[in-house]
């Protein structure tokens, strides 16, 4: 009998980290590893960040493919599709999924991202109370939004949470038909993101297009309709009532982190991993939502990546060399191994139309040294910028309408260089051109 003498590779959790890092291995190394990944989602492996598009109906389910089936099956790798890894053995490195398949591992990687954020009140199990986080809750809300039969009042949607999200899912849920408020607990939308100037521009622009927005608002309750069982209505602290058939929850995310957890790794706000992704335990990695490296959490796909192309080196390196762990106190390990670095990292909202940009920081982290900022806006085209620097370093940029400039501020920002030129020059559109 022939025994395979390549290292058994098992990823749980088939996302977009998952997806970024078997294609970097098998770019890297082709058939290096004996690879089986596990998703407990039907369709493995498709581009989440489109899911907004999806709803808004400016792409089209095939559009979220990542990388076809024939490709897994030409790089022999296993897809487990639709079960979830429930228990996982470090003792005899072995998995069990719930249908009960038994997987064992020469290295795990955790890669289970996050589940959508819910309100801690009560109605959020009545039908029509959603998050937007998977295609089939995509799916879901697109067939909510079809009710064409039906009157104008059961067509509205409220959307809980005014950050990327929220917006991307309130003007998605508007573009198919959908009267749609939003709510918010602060005072502008996308106010991480977002000076309050650019907040009220966004507001503005939300409202011209139809769609209600409450700021600083607190949500007390769903309530069900006559059949007690799907939501007619969100209930607010100050009394108001916002009918709705359809509520989409869009508060953030929560790291499933529940394997690593039984498996005793160190977890904090996420799985803790070091800056070549590897958890307390050497045998045992982590990437995208799910981990976090020193305070550093991720909601973006950029820094997973980045990820992805590391642990893909990291892998090989390890199998290769039989090293157990990569340790910052042996020189070889830092020369030729690639790991985490931090960059700031640009927002955009997805919503056609609607032109936002901001990257770097708004606010100094501490009070020691304050940013100063210096803002240029057109009232007759409704475009606004406002920059930040930190001494004479260009540190943070928000813009409004005209985004024309911002690849060229976010080089600036990554890059640390000096903004020698006169701050107001900088400001002025298409500088780039000018300096
Ligand atoms: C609507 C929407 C729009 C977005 N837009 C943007 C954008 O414009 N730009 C951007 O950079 N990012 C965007 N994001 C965020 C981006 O999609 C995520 O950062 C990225 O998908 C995270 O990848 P991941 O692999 O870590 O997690 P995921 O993609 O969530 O993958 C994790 C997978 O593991 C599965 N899993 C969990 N536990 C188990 C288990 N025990 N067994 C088996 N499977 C398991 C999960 O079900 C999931 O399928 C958006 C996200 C959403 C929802």
Not at 25 to 34: H, I, V
Not at 53 to 77: C, K, N, P, T
Not at 212 to 222: D, S, T
Not at 229 to 241: K, M, N, Q
Request: with cysteine.
């Amino acid at each position: 009998m022939l025994v395979s003498s390549r290292k058994r590779l098992l990823i749980v959790g088939h996302g977009m980290a998952a997806t970024r890092l078997v294609r970097d291995l098998e770019e890297k190394s082709p058939g290096q590893f004996a690879i089986t990944i596990v998703g407990d989602e039907k369709l493995g492996g498709y581009n989440r960040v489109l899911l907004s598009s999806l709803l808004a109906g400016e792409s089209d389910e095939a559009a979220l493919a990542m990388q076809d089936r024939s490709w897994y099956r030409q790089h022999d790798i296993q897809l487990i599709a639709g079960d979830a890894v429930c228990s996982i053995e470090l003792d005899t490195q072995s998995a069990t999924t719930e249908s009960g398949r038994k997987l064992n591992w020469d290295y795990l990687v955790l890669a289970t991202g996050s589940r959508a954020a819910r309100l801690p009140i009560p109605g959020t199990d009545l039908d029509g109370v959603m998050t937007l986080r998977t295609l089939q809750e995509a799916k879901q809300l697109i067939a909510r939004s079809r009710d064409a039969g039906n009157p104008e009042s059961d067509k509205n949607a409220v959307v809980v949470g005014g950050g990327l999200l929220g917006l991307e899912a309130a003007c998605a849920l508007q573009a198919r038909g959908m009267q749609v408020t939003v709510v918010h607990n602060e005072s502008w939308p996308m106010n991480r993101q977002l000076d309050g100037e650019a907040g009220e521009l966004l507001r503005r622009t939300l409202q011209q297009r139809g769609i209600g927005f409450n700021p600083e608002a607190n949500c007390v309750r769903f309530e069900a309709d006559a059949t007690g069982e799907t939501v007619s209505a969100l209930l607010l602290a100050d009394g108001r009532r916002l009918p709705c058939t359809t509520a989409v929850m869009a508060l953030g995310i929560i790291p499933e982190v529940s394997l690593a957890r039984q498996l005793d790794l160190v977890v904090e706000r996420a799985i803790v991993v070091d800056k070549w992704l590897q958890t307390s335990d050497e045998r045992v990695f982590a990437l995208g939502e799910c981990c976090q490296i020193e305070s550093e959490m991720f909601g973006l796909v950029a820094p997973i990546y980045q990820q992805a192309d590391i642990l893909s080196a990291v892998l090989l390196y390890k199998a290769t060399t039989g090293t157990e762990r990569i340790s910052p106190d042996v020189d070889n390990h830092a020369s030729v191994l690639p790991h985490y670095q931090r960059q700031p990292l640009p927002t955009r909202l997805k919503v056609s139309g609607v032109d936002v940009f901001s990257a770097g920081m708004l606010a100094s982290p501490d009070n020691s040294a304050p940013l100063r900022s210096m803002a240029m806006r057109d009232g007759r085209t409704g475009h606004y910028r406002r920059l930040w620097w930190r001494g004479s370093q260009l540190v943070g940029a928000v813009m409004f309408g005209d985004i024309g400039d911002s690849s060229h501020y976010l080089r600036m920002i990554e890059d640390g260089c000096k903004a020698d030129s006169n701050p107001a020059t900088l400001l002025a559109p298409s500088s780039r051109a000018a300096s």
